[in-house]
């Protein structure tokens, strides 16, 4: 069983070292993402859970002294957190200091990995709406587990259990890894043949996955870092991002 936070642990033990070497040269905290861009010009994001800020008039008490600072100062918001906006500053911070090798990535639509299929199980934690349509289009049995009352209806505690323990493939959205429901989603699954964590938050680093049943990551890569902070400043989401990004995957196995 895995332990609140473990994954959030192992990517800040994992780069750790990395970002002492490297300085915070712009931070963007928009309505739907946050951005942070290295002094090297890499550029990592996260999702930001709006509807969990904290409220008052201290919401970032450190703003204004982070461009110039050690990528230290964020990063150690993985594990000093103390909400879901913090968490995000030191996940952007890890998504911009991980180094993917360019050979083990593939541009292929996530879904073309699972063998969909008239039957199959598929547990959505999340609701990715584009795959939505995709997924029942092959027959699959697709239950979707989501927290956002305003997108769908909420499952009851025991529809989420059986879903968790008895799908053959369960989607994961990476925000489970800002509210802290990452590690209980792992631990409701039963023997799932693939498990893939999704969305632009996710950190393309097959390492910290490996004493859980994830064999997918499938994340981003920025490739425009000045028109990808630019439109999270002005409060973009994934649409507006998507030309300015690479959605990739790894295969861990």
């Known amino acids: 069983m895995l332990e609140p936070g473990t994954i959030l642990n192992l990517l800040y033990e994992q780069l750790k070292s990395s970002a002492k070497n490297r300085k915070v040269i712009d931070l963007r905290i928009g309505l739907g993402y946050i951005g942070v861009r290295l002094d090297n010009d890499a550029t990592g994001i996260a999702a930001m859970l709006f509807d969990t800020l904290p409220h008052g008039c201290t919401v970032v008490p450190a703003a204004g002294s982070f461009a110039g600072s050690s990528a230290t100062d964020l990063l150690q918001y993985l594990v000093g957190g103390k909400n879901p906006l913090e968490i995000a500053l030191g996940l952007a911070t890890a998504n911009a200091l991980i180094e993917t090798p360019a050979g083990n990535i593939d541009d292929r639509e996530a879904t073309t990995y699972l063998h969909l299929q008239k039957g199959v199980k598929v547990a959505m934690v999340g609701l990715f709406a584009p795959l939505v349509a995709h997924i029942l289009d092959t027959g699959a049995k697709l239950t979707i587990i989501e927290k956002n ?66 064999t997918h990551l499938g994340g981003v890569i920025v490739v425009d870092s000045a028109r990808v902070m630019q439109i999270i400043s002005e409060g973009g989401g994934t649409s507006a991002l998507r030309p300015h990004l690479r959605f990739v995957n790894l295969i861990r196995k």
């Open 149 to 214: 009352p305003a997108r769908m209806e909420i499952l009851s505690d025991a529809g989420k259990k059986e879903a968790l323990k008895s799908c053959d493939i369960a989607i994961i959205t990476a925000t489970t890894l800002l509210n802290s429901t990452f590690e209980e989603t792992i631990n409701s699954l039963g023997t799932p043949r693939s498990v893939i964590v999704m969305g632009p938050s996710t950190p393309l680093t097959t390492r910290i996955f490996s004493d859980t049943p994830v």
